[in-house]
């Protein structure tokens, strides 16, 4: 809720919080639910170096423990995080993963933020007509949710 | 998307808006995004694109 309300700040706090009270706890899921979302946070705040780093530790732990479909949240951080430092190559195997696990799944949701992955990496090699298109996928992806 | 969501993508959004060279407007009216809705009804040709496009990308973007 604080992330979506873009309180980023607040955010980071409370998943450090969460984090620490996992790893505590040994509460192997939560500690890579906390890392991912820490993930997206670092991803908004512009610190793409740490965005990098959570969101590969959240995926090493969910590749071993967590079920294919928690998979996608960091592989989207990743590809975002890739993108934005410039590792397109790193950025596009994330999202053709992560795409991948969407079709399989349906889950919508995370469909939507693939696409404007995709999106973003379009714009970095400054394909913007797919940017749109895949701008425009997302966004009805998102009406058609609700 | 919500307004978290969109202040991240704020910067990709404005420039493909302006290399477009088109008004402000929501990124899902911008240009041919705005066929989208007609031409990707489907959550699934949606995917199915940008797989198609990321596969694309090796050999013309040397990745």
Known sequence: MTLDLGN?????????????????NGDVMGIASALNHLGQVANCLGDYAAAHARSEESLAIKREVGDTI???????NLALASTRLGDRGTASARLIECLELVWDSGERRLGARALEACAMLAVSIEDDESAARFFGAAGSLREAIG | MSPAE???YQDAIAAVRERFGGEPAPAASVGPAASV????PAFEAAVGEALEWLAGL??????
């Open chain 1, 8 to 24: 980023y700040d607040g955010a980071r706090r409370f998943l450090e919080e969460s984090l620490r009270l996992s790893r505590e």
């Open chain 2, 37 to 40: 809705k007609k031409a990707l």
């Open chain 2, 58 to 63: 090796t050999p013309v973007e040397g990745l």
């Open chain 2, 6 to 8: 969109r202040a991240f």
């Open chain 1, 70 to 76: 928690t998979w996608m949240g960091p592989l989207v």
